[in-house]
């Protein structure tokens, strides 16, 4: 049978809606694959960020720490400085005192003497000549000359009568402002320094250590005690 108009036109209606609904159905689905496909694209995308953020402030967090450990090394090692220049300043003005106290030796001529009498004998051991020049203050030039003859005799009774002549320099004196003793020059231009403020410098730099200890004790760190 042939079909109508009307039938035809109801067919077509009917495959048309059809098709309508399967392709909207195949719309949803791509929107939703689509919607899916962003959601996943944006979480990768968030994490990513997420991840690269966190190492960033990692990276920041471990350069503050490190900048904090670099000040306090820094603030630490100058106290330390403080500290050692507090000890070498106490230190220098202990020597200083010293060095006042020491030119009162001179103000006892008999004592003086005695010191003077060992500080020329002990020259004389150095050099071992028979002709020496002695140089010193002008002021001590008398108590100097008084003192030859003893550091002499102790000179030749210890090397079995070997004789040396010791003559005053008093064309060339030894500065005004140093505390007191000699120097011992021999003919061939030897030179043996014995002047107090000589002495106290050798003796300082050899209890320097232990200086150090009384003034301030045992440092556990000090590996030498030079």
Known sequence: ??????????????????????????????DAKAEEEFNIEKGRLVQQQRVKIMELYERKEKQVELHKKIQMSNLLNQARLRVLKAREDHIKSVLEECSKR????????????????????????????????????????????????????????????????????????????????VELISQSKFKVENTLDSRLDLISQQ???????ILFGKNPNRRFMD
Do not use: W
């Open 1 to 30: 049978m042939a079909l109508s108009d009307a039938d035809v036109q109801k067919q077509i209606k009917h495959m048309m809606a059809f098709i309508e609904q399967e392709a909207n159905e195949k719309a949803d689905e791509i």
């Open 102 to 181: 020491l030119g009162r030796v001179t103000e006892d001529k008999a004592k003086y003497q005695k010191v003077l009498e060992g500080l020329i004998s002990q020259g004389l051991f150095q050099l071992l000549e028979t002709n020496v020049t002695i140089r010193c203050r002008e002021v001590d030039r008398d108590v100097v000359q008084a003192a030859i003859p003893g550091a002499v005799n102790t000179y030749k009774t210890a090397t079995k009568g070997r004789d040396t002549k010791v003559t005053v320099d008093t064309d060339n004196y030894l500065p005004s402002d140093i505390a007191g003793g």
């Open 207 to 213: 209890m320097l250590p232990e200086l150090r200890e």
